[in-house]
C-alpha cells in the first residue's frame, strides 16, 4: 500500500487539547470557559521529522503533526521493528502535548526546520477550517463571512536557553568547508551544502567527496558523499563497491540502490558488484536484506532465487519482506516455488504458506503456459491435502484475473482426479480441509459440482463453510447461480447474506434474479444499502435498471426534513450506555469507536471532534458531502463480474477495493475492465429510521460526551 498507519487507529493517539468551549449558564445563558477535552486527529495537516541540532538529542528523529482543526502539535516518537516503524506518544509528553492552546483560531498548516535548527509554523489563523458547505447550518453564516482571511502567523519554537546562532554563510563557503557541512548534525546544512556542490560544479569536487568516502568517519558524511557523487554524475563502480562494504545501514541501502542504477547502464559493472550484493542476503540488518531484495527486481545474478529465499526463510511471517520477494520476482518467478516447498520448515510455517498463496497468484496472472504447467505438476504432488488445493485454487484465480482458467490450461484427464478430490473435501472431515476443497470447485465444471456447492449453503453447515460455497458459485456466470442463492435467502445466516448480495449483483442474471427476490418480498428491500440500490439504478443493462426504479421508486424520506425531525437531539441529554448498544447495531458494522467495531468506514475518534450537530449531519445524510476517498465505486472485472465498494489504493499493480465483510479484495490491473464512481458515499441513508430524537440523543451522547 502507498500508506501505511504508522500510529494505530485514532483512539490509540488522543489528543490532550486545552479548547474553549460554551457552557451552560445560569438563567438559560451560556458562559465561555476553559476545559481540557480529549480528542483525535482529524485535521492532520502537516508532519516534519526533526533533524535539526537545537533540541535535545532526545528529539532528533523524532516527528512533530500538526493537527489544524485541535489547535495543537503533536510529538510521535519513532521506533523500528526490523521494516516497520511504529509511532507512539513520547513517555515525557503522556499528560500534555508538545504545544497546545486555548486559542481555537490557531490552525498549523506547514512545519519545518530551519538552518538555526528551530521548528517553524505556519499558522493559518482561521475561526473555520472547513468550508462553509461541509458545516452544520448552525454555522454556515458565520464560517461564510471568513474571518481570519487577513491574518495568518509565523511560529519559531526553541528550547530554554536557546541562543541564536549567527546566520550560515553557505554561499560564499570554500569547497572544503561545504563538504564538511555534509557531516552536520542539521540536515538543512547537510542539503544545503550538496545543493551547492552540485550548482558549483567544481572540478575538485569529485575527487575531495571520493576520499570522504573512503576515508570519513562520519557515516552522514559517507553518505552525502556517496549522493552527491551520484548528482554530479561522477559515480564509478568504486565507489559503489566501497558503499556495499560500509558497516552503516542508510550508507550501504543507498549503495544497493545505485548499484541497481549503475547496472541498467554498464552489464560488466553489475557483475562485479554481485557478489557484494550477494553477501547482503544474509546480512545483519532487516533493513538491508529488504533493499536488496527490492533491487533484484532488476538484478537477475546466479542463484538469486537462492538468495531470494534465504531472506524470505528470516522473516516469514513478515508482509513486507514478503511483498519484497514477489515484487523481485513479478519478472521472473524462476524455481523459487521449488525452493520454497523443498523447505519443509519454511512450508509449513504460517508465513510461508502465506507466501506460498501469494506466489501461486503471482504465476497464475503470468499466464505463461508453460510456467503454470509446471506449477501444476508441482502442486498436484504436494503430500498435504489442505494446502495442494489452497495453492491449486490460487493458481486457477491468478489465471482468471489474465482472463484464462485452469481447465484451458491442463488437460481434462490431469484435472479430473483433482475434482474428485475437492468434491469428497467438500463433503466432509477437517473444516480448514473442506474449504479449500469448495474453494477448488469454482475451477471445474458448474454441472459437475452446483448440487454439491448449493447444498452446503444450509443450517447444518457452519458459516465458514456456507461463506465458501457463495464465494464458489460466485465466480460461476450460470444463469441458475442467482435464482439458486435467492431460494436460499432465509436459511443464511446474516455474514452469509452480505456476501450472497454481493456474488447476485456481481452479473446481470444474478441482479435479475435479486429484483425478482426483493419484489416477491423474499428479500427485504432493507437488506440493500444506498449504493446497492444506487448501482441496480445505473445498470449498464437496460432492463435491470428499468427493474429497479421501478421496484425503489424515491427515498421515504427528505434528508433535511429528518435532520429538522431529529434536531431536538441537540439539546437533550442522552444516556451513553444505550447509545453503546445504537452503535453496536447501526454502526460498528462499518466504524470503529473505542476500540469497537470495523474498519470500513472513518474511524469515529478523529470525526467526532467535529461537534454534535455535526455528527448528527453525517449521519442523517451521509452523502450530504462525501470526502473523495469514502466514495463508492463499481469495478467490472474479467472474473468476479461487478465489485462494489471503497477504493483503498490504486496503483500500476492493481486495485485495492475496500468491502464492509469481505476485507480487502487485491485486484490486478490486467483484470479490471471498468471502473465506475457513483458519486455516493458508501454509508447507507436511512440508518436513523424509526429513531425518536431521545434515542439519537443517546448516541450523541456516547460519542460526543465532552462536546455536548
Not at 552503516?248 to 552489464?267: K, S
Not at 436459511?491 to 456476501?499: H, K
Request: one cysteine or more; hydrophobic letters at 45%; glycine letters at 6%.
Amino acid at each position: 500500500p502507498p500508506l501505511v498507519d504508522l500510529s494505530g487507529p485514532a483512539s490509540a493517539t488522543p489528543l490532550l487539547a486545552l479548547r474553549e468551549v460554551a457552557v451552560p449558564g445560569g438563567a438559560g445563558g451560556q458562559t465561555t470557559a476553559t476545559k481540557r477535552i480529549t480528542e483525535h486527529f482529524s485535521a492532520a495537516s502537516s508532519l516534519v521529522v526533526y533533524d535539526g541540532h537545537a533540541f535535545p538529542p532526545a528529539f532528533r528523529g523524532d516527528v512533530f503533526v500538526a493537527d489544524a482543526r485541535a489547535n495543537v502539535i503533536h510529538r510521535f516518537k519513532l521506533r523500528t521493528n526490523g521494516v516497520v516503524l511504529s509511532a507512539s506518544r513520547p513517555a515525557d509528553e503522556l499528560g500534555a502535548e508538545f504545544l497546545a492552546t486555548t486559542n481555537t483560531w490557531f490552525r498549523p498548516m506547514h512545519l519545518t526546520v530551519g538552518p538555526d535548527g528551530a521548528l517553524y509554523i505556519a499558522d493559518l489563523h482561521r475561526e473555520f477550517l472547513d468550508p462553509w458547505p461541509r458545516l452544520p447550518e448552525s454555522q454556515r453564516v458565520a464560517a461564510a463571512r471568513r474571518r481570519g482571511s487577513d491574518r495568518g502567523r509565523l511560529y519559531r519554537i526553541v528550547p530554554d536557553n536557546f541562543k541564536q546562532p549567527s546566520a550560515p554563510q553557505l554561499a560564499k563557503a570554500k569547497l572544503v568547508d561545504l563538504a564538511a557541512n555534509l557531516a552536520h548534525s542539521n540536515r538543512w546544512h547537510r542539503d544545503t551544502a550538496a545543493r551547492l556542490l552540485c550548482e558549483q560544479r567544481h572540478p575538485a569536487t569529485p575527487p575531495l567527496l571520493s576520499n570522504m568516502l573512503f576515508r570519513a568517519g562520519s557515516p552522514l558524511a559517507r553518505l552525502h558523499a556517496l549522493a552527491t557523487l551520484d548528482a554530479l554524475d561522477a559515480l564509478d563502480a568504486r565507489h559503489v563497491e566501497q558503499g556495499l562494504r560500509d558497516d552503516d545501514d542508510r550508507v550501504c541501502m543507498l549503495a544497493i540502490r545505485l548499484a541497481d542504477q549503475l547496472g541498467h547502464r554498464d552489464e560488466a559493472a553489475l557483475n562485479a558488484f554481485w557478489p557484494a550484493l550477494r553477501s547482503l542476503a544474509s546480512d545483519a540488518s532487516p533493513a538491508v536484506r529488504f533493499e536488496f531484495t527490492l533491487a533484484c527486481r532488476d538484478i537477475l545474478g546466479p542463484e538469486r532465487d537462492a538468495a531470494l529465499v534465504e531472506v524470505l526463510s528470516r522473516e516469514p511471517e513478515q508482509p513486507w519482506v514478503r511483498a519484497a520477494v514477489l515484487n523481485a520476482l513479478a519478472t521472473e518467478p524462476g524455481d523459487t516455488l521449488r525452493l520454497v516447498l523443498g523447505d519443509p520448515v519454511l512450508r509449513r510455517s504460517d508465513g510461508g504458506e502465506a507466501f506460498l498463496r501469494e506466489l501461486t497468484l503471482l504465476l497464475g496472472s503470468r499466464n505463461v503456459r508453460a510456467e503454470v504447467s509446471r506449477t501444476f505438476v508441482t502442486l498436484e504432488r504436494l503430500p498435504e491435502a489442505r494446502l495442494r488445493l489452497a495453492l491449486l485454487h490460487r493458481l486457477d484465480e491468478g489465471l482468471r484475473g489474465a482472463g484464462s482458467q485452469l481447465s484451458r490450461v491442463v488437460l481434462d484427464t490431469e484435472l479430473r482426479p483433482l475434482f474428485r478430490e475437492a468434491l469428497v473435501a467438500a463433503k466432509g472431515g477437517q473444516e480448514s480441509v473442506r474449504v479449500e476443497g469448495i474453494r477448488l470447485l469454482a475451477a471445474a465444471p458448474f454441472e459437475e459440482v452446483s448440487e454439491t456447492l448449493f447444498g452446503l449453503i444450509a443450517p447444518a453447515q457452519t458459516e465458514m463453510v456456507q461463506l465458501a460455497a457463495v464465494q464458489s458459485l460466485a465466480r460461476f456466470s450460470d444463469a441458475r447461480v442467482g435464482p439458486g442463492l435467492t431460494q436460499r435467502w432465509s436459511e443464511m445466516p446474516e455474514p452469509v447474506r452480505l456476501v450472497a448480495l454481493d456474488a447476485l449483483l456481481a452479473r446481470t442474471e444474478g441482479c435479475q434474479a435479486l429484483l425478482t427476490a426483493v419484489q416477491d418480498g423474499v428479500i427485504p428491500r432493507d437488506a440493500l444499502s444506498a449504493p446497492q440500490v444506487a448501482f441496480l439504478r445505473l445498470h449498464p443493462a437496460t432492463a435491470v435498471s428499468r427493474r429497479a426504479k421501478d421496484l425503489f421508486g424515491p427515498p421515504t424520506e427528505d434528508r433535511a426534513e429528518a435532520i429538522q425531525r431529529l434536531r431536538p437531539a441537540l439539546s437533550r441529554r442522552g444516556d451513553a450506555a444505550r447509545g453503546r448498544q445504537l452503535f453496536l447495531t447501526r454502526c460498528a458494522e462499518c466504524h470503529r469507536f473505542r476500540g469497537e467495531g470495523a474498519e470500513f468506514g472513518p474511524d469515529l475518534e478523529s470525526a467526532v471532534g467535529r461537534g454534535a450537530e455535526w455528527v448528527l449531519t453525517q449521519f442523517v445524510d451521509p452523502n450530504g458531502y462525501v470526502s473523495p476517498e469514502w466514495l463508492c465505486h463499481v469495478i467490472e472485472t474479467r472474473h468476479l463480474g461487478s465489485l462494489l465498494g471503497v477504493i483503498e489504493n490504486e496503483t500500476t499493480a492493481g486495485v485495492v477495493l475496500r468491502q464492509p465483510l469481505n476485507g480487502r479484495i487485491a485486484i490486478p490491473q490486467s483484470a479490471v475492465l471498468d471502473l465506475q464512481n457513483l458519486n455516493l458515499s458508501a454509508m447507507p441513508e436511512g440508518l436513523e429510521t424509526n429513531l425518536a430524537p431521545h434515542a439519537v440523543a443517546d448516541l450523541l451522547e456516547f460519542l460526543t460526551p465532552r462536546l455536548r
